[in-house]
């Protein structure tokens, strides 16, 4: 796979290109080239798979500056469609495209995906407690910073949970962040912010290499 030759490459960005919103062909190329230079780095000798998760992450953590451990397991789930534990070429330019350019519509959907741990179409107390948990600074003087944290789920519930069922479902995520979009990352940054984003655009759609 990570010999792909250039005429393969050319028809799956020209076929991913057309699957996938907001990346035309030259992207999609691109962005395989890029994928396969990833794989190419990758010790594993199942590579056929795809991206495994330790590569993954890295590419989350240094490109991308997340930093939280929970979260970056639940990005690598999110892109990873057929779990299978490997990002495949398709799962790498669709993930990329919601993460680099995706409508807010997309990146709703894909933030509470992130958000529900447990997959069970729910964002519950104990899964905002923990995400907040892990993305707070504790202070060294507070006496229980988990009361503080409990504090911050109730108010967090009382202004997104429009249902009062005690968690959040997709409906109450999703008017909540359309009411006020910076609620969109409410727990934990799932997503890179714009100086990423340029840098890796500019990085990933410089000219393809010679033919």
């Known amino acids: 796979m990570s010999a792909m030759s250039r005429k393969i490459i050319q028809n799956l960005a020209e076929t991913l ?3 996938v919103k907001h990346f035309n062909k030259t992207e999609a190329e691109c962005l395989i080239q890029l994928f396969n230079g990833l794989l190419g780095e990758q010790t594993d000798r199942r590579v056929g798979l795809g991206l495994d998760r330790s590569k993954f992450r890295n590419i989350l953590h240094n490109t991308f500056g997340l930093t939280d451990d929970m979260i970056m397991d639940r990005v690598f789930r999110a892109f990873d469609k057929d779990n299978d534990s490997y990002i ?3 799962e790498w330019v669709e993930g990329l495209a919601i993460f680099l350019r995706g409508t807010l519509d997309e990146k709703i959907k894909y933030c509470f995906d992130v958000y ?3 997959g069970d179409g729910y964002i519950s ?6 995400m907040l948990k892990n993305s707070l600074i504790r202070q060294p003087t507070e006496e229980d910073p988990d009361e503080g944290i409990k504090d911050l789920v109730e108010i967090t519930l009382k202004k997104m949970d429009y249902d009062h069922d005690s968690r959040l479902s997709y409906a109450d995520f999703e008017k909540a962040v359309r009411d006020e979009n910076l609620l969109l990352e409410a727990f934990g940054t799932c997503l890179p912010d714009a100086k990423s984003i340029l840098a890796f ?6 000219e393809p290499q010679e033919r």
Do not use: P, W
């Open 116 to 118: 529900d741990l447990n």
């Open 201 to 206: 655009e500019q990085h990933a759609f410089q």
């Open 88 to 90: 495949s070429v398709k």
């Open 17 to 19: 290109s057309k699957q």
């Open 125 to 130: 107390r104990e899964e905002m407690f923990h």
